[in-house]
Structures are given as structure tokens and as C-alpha cells.
């Protein structure tokens, strides 16, 4: 009995993350993403600072990982910003080099979604960019037996694709706040005109 509470406790680890959020607009937005994120089962602390935009999580590997926190972040209406890069590689000759490939990156503190394609010879791979760079992606295919090519401008162009539609994701949330902000003052400086207008 004693035996088996030490192989599960050994395979549950006590992790940080720091997880980059968009779309915060306020410290209450905020307040909110902290709070759900500290109710999640096998999260133990959660903090998020509204001006760094950014939450940092400490959680049991065994009862929560990181695509799930990205997930209650999606729940709430924000956004957890993630890097995305192609890897093209060399060297797989079938399913299960496929699968070998994919289990190696999502081994890799900060990888969020994993998906290696075996007709273009490609991984597609979500990653927070505080955790881990792509020369660490690039590392750990290396050292499962396969070749990395470089990454091509078609890769660089994707980054940057999503790096633009973060940008005016977060100009879209703070104007629609500069507007619902705006609207009162406007109303009580030029109520009394907007009446006689109408």
C-alpha cells in the first residue's frame, strides 16, 4: 500500500508556469482569471498581474497541465498568447516515428499542442515563449534520432501572422474599454445639447 502512494506521489511534481494573457482590460479582469485559475483541482497558487498581462500558476502535474489552464483562460473570454513554429524534419519512416516525435516535444516544459504530420514531413507545435525557444524543439528532435531543417520564411511568416493578430486583438479590447469609458463623459458634458438635437 505504502508502495503505491510512492509511485503515484513520484509521478506528481509540483510545476510553475508563467502564462502570458491578452485581453485584460482592467484589475478586476484580472481578479477574475486569478480566482478561477486558484479553484482549478491541482492548482496551488495563482497570481496574475494586470500590468505585466501575465499569470503565474503553480500546479500537480499529475492533476492539471497546461493546455488546461489555457483552456479556463479561453473560458473566460481572454487569451493565453502562444508562439507557434513549423518544424520541418527528416528521418521518419512511419506511424510510430510520428508518435515518438510528438511524445518527445510534449515532454517539453512550455509545449502546449503537439501535432507532427507525416505526409509533409512537419510538427506543428504550440509553445509558450518564456519556457522554451525553438532551438530547444529543434534539440529534442535531434536527440530522438531525426534530422531538423531550418525554418523557412513560410515558418517565420506564421509567426508573425500570430504575433498581428494578437496585437489587434489587444488594440480591439482597449478601444472598446477607451469607448465604454468615454460614452458617460460625453453624455454628461453634452446631454443637455444631445436632447435639443433630438
Known amino acids: 500500500m505504502n508502495n503505491e502512494n510512492v509511485s503515484k506521489d513520484s509521478q506528481v511534481r509540483v510545476e510553475r508556469i508563467d502564462l502570458p494573457i491578452a485581453g485584460m482590460t482592467c484589475a478586476s479582469c484580472a481578479a477574475k482569471v486569478e480566482k478561477a485559475l486558484a479553484s482549478l483541482p491541482g492548482v496551488s497558487k495563482a497570481t496574475v498581474n494586470f500590468a505585466t498581462e501575465e499569470a503565474t500558476v503553480v500546479f500537480h502535474s499529475g492533476q492539471m497541465d497546461i493546455p488546461q489552464l ?16 513549423l518544424l520541418p524534419i527528416q528521418g521518419m519512416t512511419c506511424a510510430a516515428c510520428v508518435n515518438r516525435v510528438e511524445r518527445t516535444l510534449r515532454a517539453l516544459k512550455g509545449v502546449v499542442r503537439v501535432n507532427v504530420n507525416f505526409a509533409t514531413e512537419r510538427a506543428s507545435v504550440e509553445y509558450l515563449a518564456g519556457e522554451v525557444m525553438v532551438e530547444d524543439l529543434k534539440e529534442a528532435v535531434r536527440e530522438a534520432g531525426y534530422a531538423v531543417l531550418e525554418v ?10 500570430r504575433a498581428r493578430e494578437r496585437e489587434l486583438f489587444r488594440l480591439k479590447s482597449k478601444f472598446m474599454t477607451g469607448a465604454a469609458l468615454l460614452a458617460p463623459i460625453l453624455i454628461l458634458m453634452y446631454g443637455e445639447t444631445l436632447l435639443i438635437l433630438i
Open 70 to 85: 489555457i483552456e479556463k483562460i479561453k473560458d473566460l473570454g481572454y487569451e493565453a498568447k502562444l508562439e507557434k513554429v
Open 152 to 161: 523557412t520564411d513560410e515558418d517565420l511568416v506564421e509567426n508573425e501572422k
